[in-house]
């Protein structure tokens, strides 16, 4: 359990850099100057809106955006549509007690209560400042309701109230809603715009490192602040002056020998040694979001190599796919309950299915259909496109065949079936908490117990564990109205109900 531990408390750590140095004006927002001054201009020119979208790839200022804008907007002392920094309003915002910024992080808060409480209190006047702002981040989680009730306030705003909806994948965002709200584009950071960002943080920070140090960050940030600082995190944490050497034994190599590891064990489909990688890095202090990077980074060098006719060791459409998915994984950090699991779900993914003779024709969990693009990897704008998302996992449709013969089909109560169903439609767009319940099939729903058989140790411990078992009965509860505790079981081996693919799993020893 220790090893959890270490986990969480690293998840816990990480990011502090990028929350102590969030840009505080308009000004030292880098990399968005299009953005920022048309936002500024509005403000100066008193002809801002009531509704924004804010949309872009994660960690590229939306929300510290949005956060200067409503600080612009209520700020007394602001200059040309920048807000002074020093005032009671400016301050307030900074340190995240302003009662007329209200933010919904629409990711844990998806539902219809926390839209129909902004709906009660969206008539009621600014406290203190003189614009009421709604900060909606992740604003495409919302649930179809919430969405109802939120276009209700969008079509009337009272005069005193400003919008801003964040998103990293505008197209899920209903076009009755994005038509009634100013769409501003962020950008992915540029590599010089990052090593700048990182070069005047770690100045500030009074952190001795080399200039091809950052350039290392930078490059392997892709078009991040979010990321390139919390590396930088990661490698301030080892003391001492960073080196490029050391950046990228770091970020590289992470934690010594694990990258090393871990590609071996991705190139022997070993999925037991690939995961007992990822647990030995986390082990060594190596958030599972940088040593995902960190992979990236490797396999890119292997792609460029094998180019060149060099490498002897990888296929190239191997090395397309591990790539895809391993980007891909980075839009599912945010939503994931377990900071390790996107990184051990593309694991599970490209080794439980690159045995092709494994997957049964109609397998549930086909594998992604990323052949169909063997374009070379752009990891810049990876993180732009929801298409990256493997087909496999983003259906509507419960994942599941249905069940083999009469008997079973008989022997699962209705209303279970009916609720599971729900639950996977519900929680389809959460990548990681969608594909660990896609693993299971409903047992039974009786008084306040909904039970799951899971289909194997490993989706069984991913479910059992604390934060996902909590994401799952916040589902529940919204799904029935009342509280539902989950019961987990391991599915019977004779249990015909999962594809043959992961059988390779069954036997993986998952150490924890
Ligand atoms: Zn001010």
Known sequence: MTGKQSQKDQAASRGALYR??????FAEVAGQDAVVGALRQAVASDRAGHAYLFTGPRGTGKTSTARILA????????????????????TAIERGSFLDLIEIDAASNRGIDEIRELRGGVAIAPTSGQRK?????????????????????????????????????????????SSRCQRFDFRPATPQALTDRLAAVAKVEKLAVEPEALEVVA????????????????????????????????????????????????????LAAALAAVDAAAHAGVAADVFRIALVERL????????????????????????????????????????????????????????????????????PAVTADPAPVQPSVAPEKP????????????????????QEAKSIPRNAQELWEKLLTATKDRYSLSVCLQKT??????????????????????LDAQATREAVETELKQLAGKDLALKLQLAEPSEDLFEDALKTFEGAEVQQ
């Open 387 to 406: 298409a990256q998302k493997p087909a496999a996992f983003s259906g509507t449709k419960p994942a599941g065949p249905p069940p083999k013969n009469a």
């Open 133 to 177: 702002v709604y900060l909606i981040d992740e604003v495409h989680m919302l649930t179809k309701e919430a969405w109802g009730a939120l276009l209700k306030t969008l079509e009337e705003p009272p005069s005193f109230v400003t919008f801003i909806l964040a998103t990293t994948e505008p197209g899920k965002v209903p076009a009755t809603i």
């Open 300 to 367: 890119r060098g292997r792609l460029h190599a094998l180019a060149a006719g060099q490498d002897g060791v990888w296929q190239a459409d191997d090395l397309v796919r591990a790539l895809k998915l391993l980007l891909a994984a980075g839009d599912w950090t945010k939503d994931s309950p377990l900071p390790e699991l996107p990184l051990e779900l593309v694991l599970v993914e490209f080794i439980g299915t690159s045995d092709a003779g494994a997957v049964a024709p109609d397998a549930p969990s086909k594998p």
């Open 20 to 25: 102590l140095h969030r840009p505080q004006t």
């Open 441 to 462: 099939r409903p047992v039974g729903l009786k008084g306040s117990e909904l039970s799951l058989s899971v289909q194997s140790e490993f989706f069984l411990q991913k």
């Open 219 to 270: 490059r392997a940030a892709r078009g991040s602040f979010r990321d390139a600082l919390s590396m930088l995190d990661t490698l301030a944490a080892t003391g001492g002056k960073i080196s490029a050497a050391t950046a990228r034994e770091a970020l590289g190599i992470a934690g010594g020998g694990h990258l090393d590891a871990l590609e071996q064990a991705l190139t022997a489909r070993d």
């Open 71 to 90: 600080k612009a907007l209520n700020c007394p002392k602001r200059k040309q549509g920048e807000p002074c920094g020093r005032c009671d309003v400016c």
